[in-house]
């Protein structure tokens, strides 16, 4: 099986813009969580989605939104990008609520 | 006070030795969950563990629920064992310690 792969692996913004990534969890994957991992804060829980549904959402602002598809495909989206949302955004699959496969990561730079 | 507490956050050890990393957490929790994480940023879930313990080759990892206690051991670690180990808490969300930086020198 295929792992979760992740869309682009790195991206270059300027701060104001607002950037879209992806997500392709691991065929029959159900469960896709998102997170963002700075030297600063570490690993932090941005949402988790199941079946096209929003279960939970941490406690990041408006700006940062998601989405996940019928084919299980997830978007997040980050709009009008800060100098802090330089980060490695990192999603995970999971076909029960509790394994994760994580994917090898989004690296941002907002500049 | 953080809810999930790694200790150490710096680890330093010879090829061979037996390796410890704790955490201790804050809040209730369905699973607790022990990932690796290499330079360059891809991360591995080692261990998924809701009581007990797991043993996967030379890793091992127990918890104790009513301590609100995890540790992992590493034994006859091994230069390639070198990574950040994170120690993840389940409930309604993810929470994630900090990590330990173990660096096993041959």
């Known amino acids: 099986k295929a792992g979760v792969t992740q869309t682009p692996r790195y991206l270059i913004k300027t701060r104001g813009q607002q950037v879209t990534l992806s997500c392709s969890p691991i065929?029959?994957?159900?469960?896709v969580s998102w997170y963002q991992q700075t030297p600063g804060q570490g690993l932090q829980f941005l949402f988790e989605y199941f079946s096209e549904t929003q279960r939970n959402k941490g406690n990041f602002p408006g700006r940062f939104s998601g989405r996940q598809f019928s084919n299980s495909r997830s978007e997040m989206n980050v709009s009008t990008l800060e100098l802090g949302d330089s980060a490695l955004y990192l999603c995970?699959?999971?076909?029960?609520?509790?394994?994760?496969?994580f994917g090898p990561g989004t690296r941002l730079t907002v500049t | 006070k953080n809810e999930v507490e790694q200790s150490p956050q710096n680890l330093t050890a010879q090829e061979g030795e037996f390796i410890t990393i704790n955490c201790s957490y804050s809040v209730g929790i369905s699973a607790l969950h022990w990932l690796q994480q290499h330079p360059g940023g891809g991360i591995v879930s080692l261990f998924m563990?809701?009581?007990g313990k797991k043993k996967h080759g030379r890793l091992i990892a127990t918890i104790n629920i009513q301590e609100k206690h995890s540790s992992l051991h590493i034994t006859a670690s091994h230069p390639r064992d070198s990574a950040v180990y994170i120690c993840?808490?389940?409930?309604?969300?993810?929470?994630f310690g900090a990590g330990t930086r173990l660096t096993v020198k041959p």
């Open positions: 995970a699959s999971s076909s029960t609520l509790y394994e994760q496969y």
């Open positions: 993840a808490v389940r409930d309604d969300d993810m929470r």
């Open positions: 065929s029959g994957h159900r469960s």
């Open positions: 563990l809701s009581s």
